[in-house]
């Protein structure tokens, strides 16, 4: 799944994948950044590997000025 948004200058900025009940389940750091935007791929796993289930998930930058909602499918 990638994951856009807007960006600050700052490309190591990561985003953290949570799940419903809010526990972390996995931490992103840009695939691609460029001036505006960074991009993040995820591929549906934790961090310790393990692919989740489907569902919604959110996310957040760890400035926390970019938050959104994902929906993993299958």
Same mark, same amino acid.
Do not use: R
């Given at each position: 799944?990638?994951?856009?948004?807007?960006?600050?200058?700052?490309?190591?900025?990561?985003?953290?994948?949570?799940? $419903?009940? %809010?526990?972390?389940?996995?931490?992103? =750091?840009?695939?691609?950044? #460029?001036?505006?935007?960074? @991009?993040?791929?995820?591929?549906?796993?934790? $961090?310790? %590997?393990?692919?989740?289930?489907?569902? =919604?998930?959110?996310?957040? #930058?760890?400035?926390?000025? @970019?938050?959104?909602?994902?929906?993993?499918?299958?």
């Amino acid at each position: 799944l990638k994951i856009k948004v807007e960006a600050s200058s700052d490309p190591d900025n990561c985003l953290s994948i949570y799940d $419903a009940a %809010g526990s972390n389940i996995a931490t992103l =750091f840009p695939a691609e950044h #460029s001036t505006g935007q960074a @991009v993040y791929e995820w591929n549906g796993k934790s $961090a310790s %590997g393990v692919t989740v289930n489907p569902g =919604f998930y959110y996310y957040k #930058s760890l400035s926390g000025k @970019v938050s959104g909602k994902v929906v993993k499918v299958m």
